[in-house]
């Protein structure tokens, strides 16, 4: 009776846990205190700007929260050990890369991390190289520390698909004055998931020229089938010079509000510059909700299922949108979506200046899609639309961009 009992109970939980994953199910985000529903105030807007998503977290995370929640003090949070093995299980287990409790470093988000890391490693003057475009809050980090931006153009081919371009690569890298390199794997905004043969050339022309690798890995988990993450920390090790990965689960299981961040530092000299960093720039505290919700998205195997569902639901948000595109505006070009739930489109002539676009839709089309010049000059004719949210969103909202330009 008793085994009975807790088979039911199992069952039940399943079942919950099972009707949570339903991707399209409405999650009323307006009104919560919410940045991608609530900076404008109108309720016929279509937000698919900024990297949220509209979906719940996977229900465990949840559950792991309100208990926390439900203890009722809210204090100074000390980080225990496991916490640190949850990180090594995860990238071990599912990306073949074997980190050490001692390389993790905590802190409040990713940004934060990439600053600390170039403040630690850098003086004011000296060059940090990117490729363009590349996620917009690389440049602010870059000049919030006194440095220069310097940037290597993406390639894009007839098909949108982007690339290095590795002869301009190399020539950045051997300016005495670049120290580093911030990478941005899998890339926001291109969703390029570059291959192993091209992180071993980017970290071995960054080793020649002793050109310092940060390697910000947030949009890691989101991967379309076929594509798969490359830690940089996986490259071999007679390529690597000195690197440092940022992490998080915030993208993969929405929780960025919940601010909680990994670097990873292999060589314990930098380690201690980089902690330094961190501790001057006071970005060393985390919060217990954070801490709970990393813990419990890397350990329970539920949580991983929940990932897998979304990865899914994401790539059929994706074809759902290029099948749009291909009806409505054929003249656009769909860059082929590789990881990340962005999806970048090139409206070639029909935008002349991305900004003025990003706004005249909004007031107009009544869709919030971000302007490509917010990621470098390169993004001209180009805009940004999030795809992490319900299905019908996705129809609505491409159908809206493909009607601004007359496209019915
Ligand atoms: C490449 C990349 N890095 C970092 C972040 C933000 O990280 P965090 O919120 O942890 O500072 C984003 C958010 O969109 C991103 O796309």
Redesign the pocket.
Same mark, same amino acid.
């Given at each position: 009776m008793l085994k009975k009992n807790a088979a039911a109970r199992r069952y039940q939980k399943q079942l919950t846990f099972e009707t949570k994953m339903n991707f399209d199910e409405k999650v009323i985000r307006r009104n919560s205190n919410c940045y991608k529903w609530d900076v404008q105030d109108d309720e016929t807007l279509i937000p698919m700007w #900024?990297? !949220?998503m509209d979906f719940r977290t996977a229900q465990p995370i949840v559950e792991a929260l309100q208990e926390r929640v439900a203890h009722g003090v809210f204090g100074y949070t000390k980080v225990p050990k496991e916490y640190f093995e949850a990180v090594c299980q995860w990238f071990g287990k599912w990306h073949g890369w074997h980190i050490e409790p001692k390389e993790i470093i905590y802190t /409040?988000? $990713?940004?934060?991390?990439?600053s600390a890391i170039i403040k630690a490693l850098t003086l004011p003057g000296e060059k940090v190289l990117m490729t363009s475009p $590349?996620?917009n809050?690389?440049y602010s980090s870059i000049r919030n520390n006194g440095c220069q931006v310097a940037t290597s153009s993406l390639k894009a081919d007839k098909n949108g698909r982007y690339t290095i371009d590795f002869e301009d690569f190399e020539a950045q890298c051997q300016d005495p004055k670049t120290r580093v390199f911030l990478l941005?794997n899998p890339?926001?905004p291109t969703s390029r998931v570059w291959t192993r043969d091209e992180l071993t050339r980017m970290a071995q022309i960054c080793k020649d020229n002793d050109v310092f690798v940060i390697s !910000?890995e947030?949009?890691c988990e989101i991967m379309m089938p076929g594509f798969q993450y490359t830690p940089f920390g996986t490259l071999d090790e007679s390529v690597k010079g000195n690197y440092a990965v940022?992490t998080?689960p /915030?993208?993969a299981f929405n929780i960025?509000g919940l601010? #909680?961040?990994n670097i990873i530092c292999r060589c314990p000299k930098t380690r201690r510059k980089i902690d330094r960093a961190i501790n001057i720039n006071e970005v060393c505290d985390v919060n217990p909700f954070g801490v709970i919700a990393l813990m419990t998205a890397y350990t329970d195997p539920r949580c991983k299922e929940w990932l897998d569902s979304l990865n899914d639901y994401i790539y059929n948000n994706y074809l759902t949108a290029k099948d749009l595109f291909s009806k409505l505006l054929p003249s656009a070009t769909i860059t082929p979506q590789e990881g990340?739930y962005?999806m970048w489109v090139n409206f070639h002539s029909l935008i002349n200046n991305a900004h003025n676009a990003e706004h005249a839709m909004i007031s107009d089309a009544k869709v919030w899609i971000n302007a490509g010049t917010l990621y470098g000059d390169d993004g001209e004719h180009c805009m940004r639309i999030n795809l992490a949210t319900q299905r019908e969103n996705v129809v609505e909202g491409v159908k809206r961009v493909c009607g601004y330009f007359g496209g019915k």
């Open positions: #900024i990297a !949220d /409040s988000g $990713v940004v934060p991390a990439i $590349v996620y809050c690389f941005c890339h926001n !910000d947030i949009h940022c998080s /915030s993208k960025a601010q #909680i961040a990340t962005l």
